[in-house]
Nanobody
Framework: QVQLVESGGGLVQPGGSLRLSCAAS????????INWYRQAPGKERELVAS????????NYADSVKGRFTISRDNAKNTAYLQMNSLRPEDTAVYYC?????????WGQGTQVTVSS
């Protein structure tokens, strides 16, 4: 079965950096796009970044452009989200997502808190 496991979240000061990882299993990783979403308290889940199956195309929400970088290592079945210049408004639970056979699959999420 499809499994996505996020890691790498934590507490960081404004201006700091974190790298999130998403370890995937249960599907042919290198044939599917991967998405990162986030959900802040009281807000809807929003798409942060996407990467195509071979990494040739990446897209970002306007709010994170120039600060976040999505990448993947298909040999390791893992996707990453490098987050730099973090702001308090980036505080949220971050989720990895794949649409496999027309169904959304999600990881359990990893908490990112940006605070001094």
């Amino acid at each position: 079965q499809v499994q996505l496991v996020e890691s790498g979240g934590g507490l960081v000061q404004p201006g700091g950096s974190l790298r999130l990882s998403c370890a995937a299993s249960g599907f042919t990783f290198n044939t599917y796009a991967i998405n990162w979403y986030r959900q802040a308290p009281g807000k809807e889940r929003e798409l942060v970044a996407s990467i195509t199956s071979l990494g040739g195309s990446k897209n970002y929400a306007d709010s994170v452009k120039g600060r976040f970088t999505i990448s993947r290592d298909n040999a390791k079945n893992t996707a990453y989200l490098q987050m730099n210049s973090l702001r308090p408004e980036d505080t949220a639970v971050y989720y990895c997502n794949v649409v496999f056979r027309y169904k959304d699959y999600w990881g359990q999420g990893t908490q990112v808190t940006v605070s001094s």
